[in-house]
């Protein structure tokens, strides 16, 4: 899986970057990022993570979090993510007078016709202004009197009133006045959650009536997602269940937000993908998120496979796969000391596969399929579309060609729309697989 970066337009601030099809996860594969909070501004999904870095001397604390600056990116489709650069630095920040390298969790919102960008720094929390969901952000002068911790998130009710949340130890909330700028009245400690383990990243939302509290939470080692409602945003909250599990990679931290788009929910989230060995070096996912109907919260499988739809056109990151065959499949890194170069899909022997779903072959016409492959024996690789034994799109021939190839095979189906792809060894040999891609 490689990465390209296009520069758009030199329109200057918030013309951004395109990312390759990030239709998968984890969602931006040319830095770290974490903490994503997701929110819907101007029709698209604009993502506010924090932005993990390795420290360096005189650059953070060595295994640490290291955290300097914000970007935004944002998305039409979930597969297209345009970076918009960086909108806020430490150094931009008047009242923070060190490099604390601790910007966290932030979020933003709209209100009167601006966005309010809220970020933690120094163990305050700050507020920065703009016009446009991708800033320029203008930093405030001073930082929220009366808050005070670490990753704030806000929640727009109905009737226009603004509550802001924050953790330290425990999770407090106060009503923001008109100006997004002040608080209105003394924060509340939020009652009724775990009292032990950690606790923090709030994230508050309402839906059909019920306000809910999502929070990451250490019940056992690491954080998992839990949540709580209310039929009042300051509370009293009930604990209502888990929407994520501790992550299977062991990463300490999880942090969330849920957005509807276009009809559908879901959950953004970070795992350590990039980073396996040092988990404060982050990556960004979404997975799709279903209520049932009382209004809880369904629990998320994170997947590799994420929630965009991809292009037949594009390329096909297959090891972002949505199933494997049980056994003689692995996936592995493309390059062992640049983890951004993504990674590779090795079927080994006779009948191992791999399905990845949700390909947009359009109103096809599409001719031929190319595959980047690697193989020391040569193989027989089957592609199917719609069930593992379902139509052949194309039998492909893989020489023996230890180093990658691009193998250009004709199709002997052209399906329109959108197919579900299984991709099959057909003989007892080995190969891998970088992506695939319809012409
Ligand atoms: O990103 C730094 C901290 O890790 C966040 O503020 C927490 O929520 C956790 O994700």
């Known amino acids: 899986m490689k990465i390209y970066k296009l520069y758009l337009l030199a329109l200057g601030f918030g013309a951004g970057f395109l990312t390759d099809t990030f239709a998968t996860n984890?969602?931006?594969?040319?830095?770290?990022?974490?903490?994503?909070?997701?929110?819907?501004?101007?029709?698209k999904i604009y993502v506010y993570p924090s932005h993990d870095i390795p420290a360096s001397p005189g650059r953070g604390r060595a295994n640490w979090f290291v955290?300097?600056?914000?970007?935004?990116?944002?998305?039409?489709?979930l597969t297209d993510w345009t970076d918009h650069g960086v909108i806020l630095n430490q150094t931009n920040v008047p009242w923070l007078n060190r490099a604390s390298f601790d910007m966290w969790a932030p979020d933003c919102v709209f209100k009167n016709g601006k966005?309010?960008?809220?970020?933690?720094?120094?163990?305050?929390?700050?507020?920065?202004?703009?016009d446009k969901p991708y800033g320029p952000f203008k930093p405030e002068e001073?930082?929220?009197?009366?808050?005070?911790?670490?990753?704030?998130?806000?929640?727009?009710?109905?009737?226009?009133?603004?509550?802001?949340?924050?953790?330290?130890?425990?999770?407090?909330?106060?009503?923001?006045?008109?100006?997004?700028?002040?608080?209105?009245g003394q924060p509340q400690v939020i009652t009724n959650l775990p009292t032990a383990g950690l606790i923090e990243g709030p994230f508050p939302f309402a839906r059909n009536g019920i306000y809910y509290l999502t929070y990451p939470h250490v019940q056992n080692k690491i954080e998992r997602l839990e949540y709580a409602t209310s039929t009042n945003p300051m509370g009293p909250y009930k604990q209502a269940g888990v929407i994520l599990d501790e992550a299977a990679s062991g990463c300490w931290t999880v942090h969330q937000s849920l957005v509807e788009y276009k009809g559908q929910w879901y959950l953004f989230y970070h795992d350590k993908d990039?980073?396996?060995?040092?988990?404060k070096n982050r990556a960004i996912r979404a997975d799709k998120l279903f209520f049932n109907e009382d209004g809880t919260i369904q629990k998320v499988i994170p997947t590799l496979r994420g929630a965009g739809i991809v292009d037949?056109?594009?390329?096909?990151?297959?090891?972002?796969?949505?199933?494997?065959?049980?056994?003689?499949?692995?996936?592995?890194?493309?390059?062992?000391?640049?983890?951004?170069?993504?990674?590779?899909?090795?079927?080994?022997?006779?009948?191992?596969?791999?399905?990845?779903?949700?390909?947009?072959?359009?109103k096809s016409g599409l001719k031929s399929v190319n595959l980047r492959a690697a193989s020391s024996t040569g193989g027989l690789i089957e592609i199917h579309f719609d069930k593992l034994d379902g139509p052949l799109l194309?039998?492909?021939?893989?020489?023996?060609?230890?180093?990658?190839?691009?193998?250009?095979?004709?199709?002997?189906?052209?399906?329109?729309?959108?197919?579900n792809l299984f991709v099959i060894q057909n003989d007892n040999n080995n190969v891998d697989l970088d992506w695939i891609r319809f012409e």
Request: no cysteine; glycine share 10%; hydrophobic share 40%.
């Open 394 to 419: 194309a039998r492909v021939e893989i020489g023996i060609n230890p180093e990658w190839l691009n193998i250009n095979t004709k199709l002997q189906n052209t399906p329109t729309g959108v197919h």
């Open 142 to 184: 001073k930082p929220l009197a009366g808050a005070g911790g670490i990753d704030p998130g806000v929640l727009l009710d109905k009737d226009g009133s603004a509550y802001v949340f924050w953790a330290r130890g425990r999770i407090s909330v106060a009503k923001l006045k008109d100006n997004m700028l002040e608080l209105d």
């Open 312 to 362: 037949a056109k594009g390329k096909i990151q297959i090891d972002r796969y949505s199933a494997i065959s049980k056994e003689g499949v692995a996936v592995s890194f493309l390059e062992a000391t640049n983890t951004f170069a993504g990674w590779k899909i090795s079927l080994n022997g006779k009948n191992t596969w791999v399905q990845f779903d949700r390909v947009d072959f359009g």
């Open 67 to 77: 955290m300097e600056d914000y970007h935004v990116f944002s998305s039409a489709n």
């Open 115 to 130: 966005y309010y960008f809220y970020f933690p720094a120094g163990g305050k929390i700050g507020v920065a202004v703009a």
């Open 26 to 43: 984890p969602l931006i594969m040319d830095q770290f990022t974490a903490d994503p909070t997701a929110r819907v501004f101007e029709g």
């Open 274 to 279: 990039l980073s396996p060995n040092f988990d």
